[in-house]
């Protein structure tokens, strides 16, 4: 799998230089453009003994410790819904909180109430575990994951929150690996600097191999203000 979104890659481009809240959402197109693509390739259970790894954060990296960054999303020039992504301190650990709700004429069509709870380690950017409670449309369910790397596993189980069903799953994990929203985070914390190739693994039950090209640094326009490289 190899994420081609030209634009997606050429906003993280700038993100060396940037406001953080604008590398994170150029992080989050990459990570997202990145699974919605290898979620519809055949899917495996494992990654085998890849040779990609997690890059532990340079010595001088801080973490956007109690910060909220909040999203707006627009479908044919309306609003559409509300996304906010935060990071905290939780003990030893990072907690990743990210939530998306619908709202206007869209949450009449196709209601949307997301979260999801992501924790890692901030020594090594290794996922330890996350939770997601979704209600999309008809559809409710809950997910909680939890990476074991002394058994190179990670387990899966889910809750149909309308039916009772449940889900069980076991899958290789061959090493660290991240997840698909604190890796952008991760990917904002590396050196983007124009050229550089990146591949990192990222885990949402199953693993895939993200391939991200930093090709340029470009302008940033958005609410806040105009931010140059």
Wanted: with cysteine; hydrophobic share 35%; glycine share 6%.
């Amino acid at each position: 799998m190899h994420q081609e979104s030209n634009s997606a890659r050429g906003a993280a481009s700038s993100l060396a230089k940037l406001p953080l809240y604008s590398s994170l959402l150029s992080g989050l197109i990459v990570l997202i453009a990145a699974v919605l693509s290898a979620q519809q390739s055949p899917s495996t259970d494992t990654i085998g003994a890849a040779p990609v790894q997690i890059d532990r954060p340079r010595p001088n990296y801080l973490f956007p410790d109690g910060r909220s960054y909040v999203y707006s999303a627009e479908w044919h020039l309306i609003t559409a819904g509300i996304g906010e992504v935060r990071m905290d301190v939780a003990g030893s650990e990072r907690k990743v909180t990210a939530t998306a709700e619908s709202s206007g004429a869209v949450n009449v069509i196709f209601p949307v109430r997301d979260r999801f709870e992501s924790r890692f380690d901030p020594r090594t950017f290794c996922s330890l575990s996350i939770f997601k409670h979704s209600e999309e449309g008809a559809h409710k369910r809950e997910t909680s994951i939890q990476f074991d790397y002394a058994r190179k596993k990670s387990t899966l189980d889910e809750k149909n929150l309308k039916t009772g069903e449940t889900k069980h799953v076991e899958n290789d994990l061959a090493g660290c690996a991240t997840d698909v929203i604190t890796g952008f985070y991760y990917l904002q914390s590396l050196p983007l600097q124009p050229g550089a190739q990146y591949e990192f693994p990222i885990s949402d039950g199953k693993t895939t191999i993200v391939h991200a090209t930093v090709e340029k640094r470009e302008v940033i326009k958005v609410p806040a203000g105009t931010f140059h490289p």
